[in-house]
């Protein structure tokens, strides 16, 4: 069971913004520790798309982007695209299990 | 531009011990303050940290799989690997192995290992 809740499915017509937030606790987000995001299309591995907090890589649209704030952290996708279609990922450290750990992955689909 | 590549066997009985390797390419293994991962994923499901290891040989494991992890490195291939002991059903997933600093990134493509007999 992972630390880092995040909703289920969150969908959105092209061109709108949608948001998916990751909740955690004070011994992983609450802590201080960054937060990255990760996409990951059908069939294929996630691929970084947010690291510490809010940070792009080179290549990634700045359609994206991550915040964080006390115990939880998000991520909004605007002027959606077809494209994001995909399942999304949070992740940090936990001190109270002294490892590394995902959200529960968030399914946007695009209407 | 670094790439990873798993490799390993498809199919491990139960009880018996999972063994995979990651190739690194593009860069070496030992270069730079990376750590090197792995990370599981069950069909369907979320992703799972496995456990890390350093160029030096210094490794973390997840605490809820420790008593059965072992992951090594060898600089010289550019590889680094993973031993999973006493495997079941439930340890079926795509295993992936990544680089990572202050995230994963890159990632390999995956490799699917099913525990059957």
């Known amino acids: 069971q992972s630390v880092l809740t995040q909703p289920p499915s969150v969908s959105g017509a092209p061109g709108q913004r949608v948001t998916i937030s990751c909740t955690g606790s004070?011994?992983?987000?609450?802590?201080?520790?960054?937060v990255h995001w990760y996409q990951q299309l059908p069939g294929t591995a996630p691929k970084l798309l947010i690291y510490?907090?809010?940070n792009r890589p080179s290549g990634v649209p700045d359609r994206f982007s991550g915040s964080k704030s006390g115990t939880s952290a998000s991520l909004a996708i605007s002027g959606l695209q077809a494209e994001d279609e995909a399942d999304y990922y949070c992740?940090?450290?936990?001190?109270?299990?002294?490892?590394?750990?995902f959200g529960t992955g968030t399914k946007v689909t695009v209407l | 531009q670094v790439q990873l590549q798993e490799s390993g066997p498809g199919l491990v009985k139960p009880s018996q011990t999972l063994s995979l390797t990651c190739t690194v390419s593009?860069?070496?293994?030992?270069?730079?303050?990376?750590?090197w991962s792995w990370i599981r994923q069950p069909a369907g499901k979320g992703l799972e940290w496995i456990g890390r290891?350093?160029?030096?040989?210094?490794?973390n494991y997840n605490p809820s799989l420790k008593s059965r992890v072992t992951i090594s490195v060898d600089t010289s291939k550019n590889q680094f690997s993973l031993k999973l002991s006493s495997v079941t059903a439930a340890d079926t997933a795509v295993y992936y192995c990544?680089?990572?600093?202050?995230?994963?990134?890159?990632w390999g493509q995956g490799t699917l290992v099913t525990v059957s007999s």
């Open positions: 593009g860069g070496s293994i030992s270069s730079g303050s990376y750590y």
């Open positions: 004070s011994s992983n987000i609450g802590a201080g520790y960054d």
């Open positions: 990544a680089r990572q600093w202050l995230s994963f990134d890159p």
């Open positions: 510490g907090n809010s």
């Open positions: 290891i350093y160029t030096s040989g210094s490794t």
């Open positions: 992740q940090s450290y936990d001190s109270s299990l002294s490892g590394y750990v």
